[in-house]
């Protein structure tokens, strides 16, 4: 119970042994004192919180705010001592906001959690007490037998003991964990691949015994101990035995497995970050804003406590005749006295720090949120998959991006490959119908045969490859839904191609469909059928592919005897062994498939003689054979067979991208985003994908830092790359590294990679495992610039990158939710990124910012009329404002525009965000919450303060008798002039920020302005019977019937706002922005409006300052007519005049599709 406990409350220690040992099916040693060890269960958490931790993990991240436990402290105060206001004014507050984003952050946790159980309780088939039991994930314990079946994903990480197939082997697929999509053969040991059966597995006894869990997927270091009739064998395993948590089952009916790992112990778990709470730019603004602010409290609050005792210092003032002090008060310790005022004027103050500011960006984002899940362009019909928001935490983030950080493989890819083209003889094939024609041409061959050269090439690209076939009987007789049928003569049985490389299955495939189709290969034989008849060669020879030749080859035995050896690989690894052939066109034609950014493949073959194919042998069997310097010596008798080469032709495969993808990667280029590629796959494959996809130019210059053996090797060759950096006239640079080159690079060298990768528009970085992808993402993340960093991905593999980075985006692929559940937005296809960030990242970042500095702004409005009246009240902390307007101003009478605005305000249209990506520059490296906007808004609202009180006290400083009957003004009536000043001025100045009117900013606009009236009307007006003193009794509805009162308040507002608004035309005119000029577009050239799709249909609706600055205008003679109202139009038209200062290079990149708008 006690070691449960501490599970759930984190504190659970790892094992300490460096080894574990696993009794297959749990069958414990019954001789001696056996003590099993403890292992992890097999729940996966990505949630947060528990039931236990909530409270006390909660309460510490909301008090770790400036604001929150500053309020704790007053709250404090406010029950220990006396002060001037009541502690429900700031615990009320308090706790409303401690509430509320409890209450928020509880339900995002709660829908983790969901996730969580929907995979925990999967169901799943494990062999207990001698039958085949079904249970739910979370049950399985480390030691149980676990049954799979074909296309399930494994529930934990296993031992393979048998499979279905008698030589015990397994195909796996592993897209989720490494991006990889190709087939992946796994072994079981001799001793248990026979146990095929629950009776046989009933029977084994079996212990292994392994390394403790580590991260590394692909290094696994253990033994099996088999007991057989009382003999035990042991036999050593490896990663070739492992079948890894969210990998899945491939082209093999059931596997029978021991799980090893469990649960957060998994390899993939232990990939994942701890999850941590992130935080946004904004807020971290906010902490510093605030930390200003309390210096300005702080120096308020002394500066009174000083002037009070100054002013007491005189007898006259120190005790007056109507306020004699009590006997204790004259014996107090001064130094307590001194503490005592200091923090009354601390309590008096207080309101300068925006407690509601929290509660109100709280809930910004919470119902900001919703507007993703409700965009239909970010819906994806054909998976029927909208967006989704796990945290709302960092909406305003997504408009900070500096750097995205993607993988390849699903993300960018839609893991299809598909044949293009061809080149054969020096002649280039398109496929037509499932033929083969030649380039120009249309029309089949009238007899649909084809030259010896075209069958020896798809003969050749039918045999040279490791393809494996799955056979699945179809549910009914005919071969109809064959989605391999073809009208070329035969029909086989429902096949399914499964490869080590996603090329090889699409060229199998396309052979199969032009009418040579590979049928099967038994280790011994391949045999293919070409236009039906059947044909067989004997696999004398297979020379796998490695990363140095760069190309596989396959030796063959046809019927009558002759050995042909085919190969394939890279155009730099065959040409040059070429000695016949149309060489140089075949050159010509990998340039064209490479240019059109498809994936490229050379064909060549050999037909050897039977002392050449004797020699060959030789040279083959005796690197194989050899103890010392194999690899070596294989390499050498691999070179010596591949050679005297006839070139066949090429192949152009395309591996088909995610829709709009190029055109995404181009306008976060132009937004200044940069794009770099994290992934799992090889480096041909990687930088093919990164050229088709426009990540890489052509024209771009082309840097690697790839193969780097030693830190030495790697200091030069990045200093190299510098050098040719800074020497190279060429305006982009691209980077190509691997993971084995960056370990190296991020040991010792990080400053010299970080200088190279800074200067490069673009990096690719292949061959990455899971946590070298987040090593980069924090590489970037902690440079000393503190860029915002974004990273995207579709696997399990990814999940780590995506917790890294500021902002994590899963994509709903088709391997698993894993990256979707761990990240913080969720969408169905890469193409979204562009409008998640250049739209809905720009309007929350530009709402956000506003709402802050709006208000900090009307709190200084608020509480520094309250400094300037103990000037005149000779410190006595007597309050300007009523208690119920202290506590009713943030909460209820300036909370509702400020909210409104936030969640509806549009500087400029979605679709010129959408379509001028250079607009997300405007707003880049947090500039509207820059230090310079900062002090703009806190001076105007001290000034606003300042004209408030003293245009006030102007007013009744000399004469108080305002009424008509010579009654006089008091000190409330005073207070509650400055106040009603001070509510209708901060609204307005919110309408002069609206840009964006719908009926609900026009609704909480006017209408808090005419609540506050109402409000203070009914509260003045009537004696309540539960209030203790009513000081506010009469006083508004006074104020209210003095002519000279109204004449103040509508001066003063003039007063304060006019300024404001001449600034704001000046600057628009002056000194426009980006955004200040699309926004002064005419409406006909502007995309086509729809009603739906801007929230809220009030185009016609206008900025309060609007007419004014219409005014202005036409008096400086530079009027221009222009209308807002929404317009009839058929289709998008964009057009900007020659002045402006866009980017030269901005296209309009992304198409829009036509819009029919309708007059609103």
């Known amino acids: 119970m006690l070691r449960w406990i501490r599970q759930q409350l984190g504190f659970d220690p790892p094992n300490q042994s460096d080894t574990r040992t696993v009794y297959v099916a749990n069958r414990f040693p019954q001789r001696g004192h056996y003590v099993p060890q403890r292992f992890a269960d097999n729940r996966i958490i990505s949630s947060k919180y528990t039931i236990w931790n909530f409270v006390p993990k909660n309460l510490f991240e909301q008090f770790r705010r400036i604001a929150n436990f500053y309020f704790l402290i007053i709250f404090l105060v406010q029950l220990m001592i006396d002060t001037p206001t009541s502690p429900v004014t700031s615990g009320l507050p308090l706790f409303f906001v401690i509430i509320i984003t409890a209450i928020k952050q509880g339900y995002e946790d709660w829908l983790r959690h969901k996730a969580d159980n929907e995979v925990n309780g999967a169901p799943v088939f494990v062999v207990r007490s001698g039958s085949l039991v079904q249970t739910r994930s979370k049950n399985i314990r480390v030691g149980d037998i676990v049954r799979v079946a074909k296309d399930e994903t494994f529930p934990a990480d296993l031992v393979l003991l048998s499979s279905d197939r008698t030589e015990g082997t397994c195909h796996i697929t592993t897209a989720s964990l490494d991006g990889e999509t190709n087939l992946k053969t796994h072994f079981s040991v001799a001793e248990t691949s026979v146990c095929q059966s629950v009776s046989r597995l009933e029977d084994l006894q079996a212990v292994v015994e392994c390394q403790q869990p580590e991260p590394d997927l692909y290094r696994f270091v253990g033994r099996i101990t088999v007991t057989d009739h009382g003999e035990e064998i042991v036999r050593p395993l490896g990663p070739e035995n492992l079948l890894l948590r969210g990998a899945r089952l491939k082209n093999t009916k059931e596997i029978f497995g021991v799980a090893i790992y469990t649960g957060m112990e998994a390899k993939m778990a232990l990939n994942y970050k701890c999850k941590s709470q992130k935080r946004s730019a904004v807020e971290k603004s906010m902490n510093t804003f605030l930390i200003i602010y309390l210096g300005i409290l702080l120096s308020e609050a002394i500066l009174s406590t000083i002037l009070k005792y100054a002013w007491q210092a005189e007898q006259e003032w120190d005790e007056p005749f109507y306020n004699h002090k009590t006997e204790h008060e004259r014996n107090s310790s001064p130094i307590l006295k001194f503490i005592s005022d200091f923090l009354a004027f601390l309590v008096l103050y207080n309101y300068i720090i925006p407690i509601s500011l929290y509660v109100t960006v709280e809930m910004q984002k919470f119902l900001g949120s919703f507007f993703i899940g409700w965009d239909l362009d970010l819906y994806h019909k054909e998976s029927d998959q909208k967006a989704q928001v796990n945290t709302s935490d960092l909406n305003e983030e997504l408009g900070q991006v500096e750097y995205v950080f993607t993988d390849k ?537 300042f004209v408030f009180f003293f245009g006030s006290y102007i007013l009744m400083g000399e004469d108080t008798s305002l009424m008509g009957n010579g009654q006089m003004f008091g000190n409330w009536t005073f207070g509650t002039l400055v106040f009603t000043v001070m509510v209708i001025t901060v609204t307005l100045k919110l309408a002069l920020e609206t840009h964006f009117w719908t009926w609900m900013n026009h609704f909480v606009t006017w209408g808090s302005i005419a609540f506050y009236f109402v409000f203070s009307l009914f509260y003045g007006g009537i004696i309540w019977p539960f209030l203790h003193t009513q000081d506010m009794y009469f006083v508004f509805v006074q104020l209210l019937s003095s002519g000279s009162a109204w004449f103040a308040i509508i001066i003063i507002v003039i007063t304060c706002l006019f300024p404001d608004v001449v600034k704001k035309v000046l600057y628009r005119h002056l000194q426009p922005t980006s955004t200040q000029k699309s926004q002064s577009i005419p409406a006909h050239q502007k995309p086509g409006l729809s009603c739906v799709e801007s929230l809220c249909c009030y185009q016609h609706g206008q900025s309060g300052c609007s007419r004014l600055a219409r005014l202005l205008e036409q008096m400086t003679g530079h009027y221009q007519a222009s209308t807002n109202q929404c317009h009839t139009a058929n289709h998008s038209n964009r057009s900007w005049s020659e002045s402006e200062t866009f980017y030269s290079n901005d296209r309009s990149i992304l198409t829009l599709s036509p819009i029919e708008a309708t007059h609103c």
Request: charged share 25%; aromatic share 10%; net charge neutral.
């Open 409 to 945: 493989t699903g993300t960018l890819t839609e893991n299809e490959m598909q044949f293009r083209e061809c080149s054969i003889n020096g002649i280039k094939y398109q496929e037509v119908n499932g033929k083969l024609v030649p380039e120009g041409l249309t029309d089949d061959s009238p007899d649909g045969t084809l030259s010896d050269a075209e069958l020896m090439f798809l003969k050749a690209v039918a045999l040279c490859h490791t393809v494996q076939i799955s056979y699945d009987q179809p549910d009914c007789p005919s071969t109809a839904g064959d989605p391999f049928s073809h009208s070329n003569g035969f029909s086989t049985s429902h096949m399914e191609y499964y490869a080590s490389s996603p090329d090889e299955k699409a060229l199998v495939e396309a052979t199969k469909r032009m009418g040579v189709a590979f049928i099967g290969n038994n280790g011994e034989t391949m045999e293919i059928k070409t236009f039906g008849k059947s044909e067989k060669y004997k696999l004398l020879h297979v020379l796998e592919f490695d990363a140095h030749r760069r190309r596989m080859s396959v030796i063959l035995q046809n019927r009558s005897g002759g050995k042909v050896l085919f190969t394939k690989g890279a155009e730099s690894a065959i040409l040059p062994f070429t000695t016949s052939g149309e060489i140089d066109k075949t050159r010509i034609h990998v340039d064209e498939f490479a240019l059109k950014g498809l994936r490229t493949l050379v064909v060549a073959c050999r037909h050897f003689s039977a002392e050449e194919y004797s020699e060959a042998e030789r040279h083959l069997n005796l690197a194989r054979t050899a103890l010392q310097h194999r690899e070596e010596r294989l390499q050498e008798a691999f070179s010596f067979i591949e050679r005297d080469l006839q070139i066949l032709g090429a192949t152009g495969v395309e591996d088909k991208l995610q829709d709009k993808v190029q055109e995404t990667i181009e306008a976060l280029r132009l937004a200044g985003i940069k794009v770099w590629v994290l992934t799992g796959d090889k480096h041909e494959t990687a930088v093919s994908v990164s050229l088709s996809c426009g990540h890489f130019h052509r024209t771009m210059n082309h840097l690697e830092l790839l193969q780097q053996c030693s830190d030495s090797e790697c200091a030069e060759r990045l200093r190299q790359l510098a050098r040719r950096i800074k020497e190279d006239h060429v305006i982009q640079h691209g980077l190509v590294v691997d993971g084995a080159s960056l370990s190296l690079a991020l040991r010792e060298h990080e400053k010299l990679f970080m200088e190279v990768c800074k200067n490069c528009s673009a990096v690719l970085c292949c061959r990455m495992a899971p946590l070298q992808k987040a090593k980069v993402v924090r590489l970037i993340k902690t440079s000393p610039e503190k860029p915002i960093t974004l990273a995207i991905g579709d696997g399990a593999n990814d999940v780590s990158m995506i917790q890294e980075a500021h902002v994590g985006i899963g994509i709903m692929g088709k391997e698993g939710r894993q990256a979707a559940r761990n990240s913080d937005y969720a969408v169905a296809r890469f193409k979204f990124l562009a409008k998640l960030l250049l739209v809905h990242g720009h309007f929350y970042y530009i709402r956000i910012s506003t709402l802050v500095q709006y208000f900090f702004y009307k709190n200084v409005c608020f509480i520094t009329p309250q400094f300037l009246y103990q000037f005149f009240c000779l410190f006595s902390q007597q309050t300007l404002y009523d208690s119920v307007y202290l506590t009713l101003y943030n909460i209820v009478f300036t909370s509702l525009p400020i909210l409104v605005y936030s969640l509806f305000e549009q500087l400029v249209h979605p679709h010129m965000l959408h379509s001028k990506p250079v607009l997300y520059r405007d707003i880049s490296r947090n500039s509207l919450l820059s230090f310079r906007t900062f002090l703009y808004w806190t001076l105007l609202g001290f000034c606003h303060a």
